[in-house]
T-cell receptor, first 112, second 112 residues
Framework: QQPVQSPQAVILREGEDAVINCSSSKALYSVHWYRQKHGEAPVFLMILLKGGEQKGHEKISASFNEKKQQSSLYLTASQLSYSGTYFCGTDTFSGSARQLTFGSGTQLTVLP | KAGVTQTPRYLIKTRGQQVTLSCSPISGHRSVSWYQQTPGQGLQFLFEYFSETQRNKGNFPGRFSGRQFSNSRSEMNVSTLELGDSALYLC???????????FGQGTRLTVV
């Protein structure tokens, strides 16, 4: 089952902050965040694992609330290059195996 | 290092035909996942292969199938194509589900 992302779209001015939320109806092993620019492949931003470990290489922060089965991505002091569609992926058990399922995306536009 | 390679990049097929898409993962990656991307639908999970075994499958009809070879290269096959199968098909490779996934550029399939 797809995670639910909110908001669906957000428009910012350069330097402003934004928060993108992701929630799941299933227990989560991990949450993944990716950004996709128009006409390009999705690019990895961050993984948040149960127990608090985080793996990422962008100057972007995120939180993972295991009990609430939610994650939030925090974009601070946004830059023009942050524009794109952000997808959260939830690693959950489906049937007999784990599965990485993505939400429908949040379109972020940063204006000068 | 070489990225994920998907071939072909573009494909036009007629309804009722079948098609095979190929994905060559990053060397050393054993997990390959396939996604269908259409406007407004985000990334829909098709299936994931790990060490030549399908570990999980999304909610797609049996016309969608795949396989993975011993060198981790993966193929996806769609039989009896329908107009609604027109989409961008992305594959992603990783060491496993808890690690960063790298996406290919995708194969854009158009069914006419």
């Amino acid at each position: 089952q797809q995670p639910v992302q909110s908001p669906q779209a957000v428009i910012l001015r350069e330097g402003e902050d934004a928060v993108i939320n992701c929630s799941s109806s299933k227990a989560l092993y991990s949450v993944h965040w990716y950004r996709q620019k128009h006409g390009e492949a999705p690019v990895f931003l961050m993984i948040l694992l149960k127990g608090g470990e985080q793996k990422g290489h962008e100057k972007i922060s995120a939180s993972f609330n295991e009990k609430k089965q939610q994650s939030s991505l925090y974009l601070t002091a946004s830059q023009l290059s942050y524009s794109g569609t952000y997808f959260c992926g939830t690693d959950t058990f489906s049937g007999s195996a784990r599965q990485l399922t993505f939400g429908s995306g949040t379109q972020l536009t940063v204006l000068p | 290092k070489a990225g994920v390679t998907q071939t072909p990049r573009y494909l036009i097929k007629t309804r009722g035909q079948q098609v095979t898409l190929s994905c060559s993962p990053i060397s050393g990656h054993r997990s390959v996942s396939w996604y269908q991307q259409t406007p407004g639908q985000g990334l829909q999970f098709l299936f994931e292969y790990f060490s030549e075994t399908q570990r999980n499958k999304g909610n797609f009809p049996g016309r969608f199938s795949g396989r993975q070879f011993s060198n981790s290269r993966s193929e996806m096959n769609v039989s009896t194509l329908e107009l609604g199968d027109s989409a961008l098909y992305l594959c992603a490779s990783s060491f496993d589900l808890d690690t960063e996934a790298f996406f290919g550029q995708g194969t854009r399939l158009t069914v006419v």
